[in-house]
């Protein structure tokens, strides 16, 4: 009898975590990531996160980006929201954006790229995205929530610094100070500019990058700042290029392909570098996005653990590759 209720108990044991397992979502060790493919989440939907940003807020990574389902209202914008633990395996957590013309706007307005900071001394998440119409206003626009995954307020759009802003760039140092790149078309370069101490204006150009390029995006790896971008043919692919600097002031070098040019990124254009500093490795993940202009909803992600290192950055050609996001290994599949 005593025996048979251990076993029960132990049973019950395992039953218990491996319930607990599924509801954080953590699958441990190393997690496949299929650059380029359908990419389904929790409900086996594939994620609407275009032009994306992703924060860590504990040990919880939350992806934004531009929801670009089929069959949404289309007089309204939508940001989308997930939440994972390894980069690899997503959890919706909701529209955190569903946003009717906030402004004086045409049925032509633009809401991109969305990039979300979370501000230590207010506690406030604060969004930032490209808000347009129809690509002449270029500005930046500003929304707050109090949770990471809540509804977030807009709050105001304005050109930062009073310049011309399209595509946005997020970058947090690893000393935890946040600025945002963004492109400026009059000025024929991208801004990296610090924000105010509540996030909620921009407040002081840092650099401006003289060289034509947007999907603006920077990693601070071993000591140097490198800073990607593409340059600016729309939806359509074109070779991504990299600079390095020792301080994100600059001087910073000159511009060089990250893949052999004639692949145009192999399709895709830069949103965001990623950096996982793990227990034995660290790894830089080229996160961009395979555009499909006629069907958007269907628009793919190209993420890839980059070759850096030593003032060098390259994007390997894509395939599939793991991920272990507590020792920092990306191993790519032969
Ligand atoms: C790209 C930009 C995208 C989107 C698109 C519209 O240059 O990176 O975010 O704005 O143009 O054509």
């Known amino acids: 009898m005593r025996a048979e209720k251990r076993e029960l108990r132990r049973w019950m044991r395992l039953a218990a975590s491996i319930l607990w397992l599924a509801a954080v979502g953590a699958a441990a060790g190393p997690q496949t990531i299929k650059p380029g493919e359908v990419w389904p989440d929790d409900r086996g939907q594939h994620i609407q996160a275009h032009g994306g940003g992703i924060i860590k807020v504990g040990d919880i990574y ?58 230590a001394k207010t506690g406030q998440f604060v969004m930032y995205m490209h808000i347009d119409d129809a690509y002449r206003l270029a500005r930046v626009g500003v929304a707050v929530s109090n949770t990471v995954d809540g509804e977030y307020r807009y709050l105001k759009s304005f050109r930062p610094l009073g310049q011309e802003s399209r595509d946005i760039g997020q970058f947090i140092d690893d000393d935890g100070a946040a600025y945002l790149i963004f492109e400026d078309r009059p000025a024929k370069g991208f801004h990296i500019a610090t924000l105010s101490e509540d996030y909620l204006t921009v407040e002081k150009e840092v650099c401006l990058i003289r060289a034509p390029l947007e999907g603006g995006a920077i990693v601070h790896y071993k000591g140097l700042y490198y800073a990607i971008g593409s340059a600016l043919t729309g939806w359509a692919p074109n070779p991504n290029k990299y600079a390095t600097a020792t301080r994100l002031e600059g001087p910073w070098s000159e511009f060089q392909d990250i893949a052999p040019p004639e692949m145009k990124t192999y399709g895709s254009q830069s949103t965001m570098l990623l950096k996982v500093v793990g227990t034995k490795a660290t790894t830089v993940i080229f996160m961009g996005d395979m555009w499909k202009p006629k069907t958007q909803w269907d628009s793919r992600y190209l993420w890839m653990p980059l070759e850096i290192g030593e003032g060098k950055l390259r994007l390997p050609e894509p395939k599939e590759w793991t991920l272990d996001v507590v020792a920092g290994e990306a191993v790519v599949k032969k």
């Open 62 to 119: 939350y992806w934004f980006g531009e929801d670009r389902s089929q069959g949404l209202d289309p007089s309204k914008r939508y940001v989308g929201c997930y939440s994972s633990k390894d980069l690899a395996n997503w959890t919706f957590r909701s529209r955190v954006i569903q946003l009717s013309a906030p402004e004086d706007f045409s049925p032509r307005w633009v809401l991109e790229r969305p990039k979300v900071y979370h501000n």
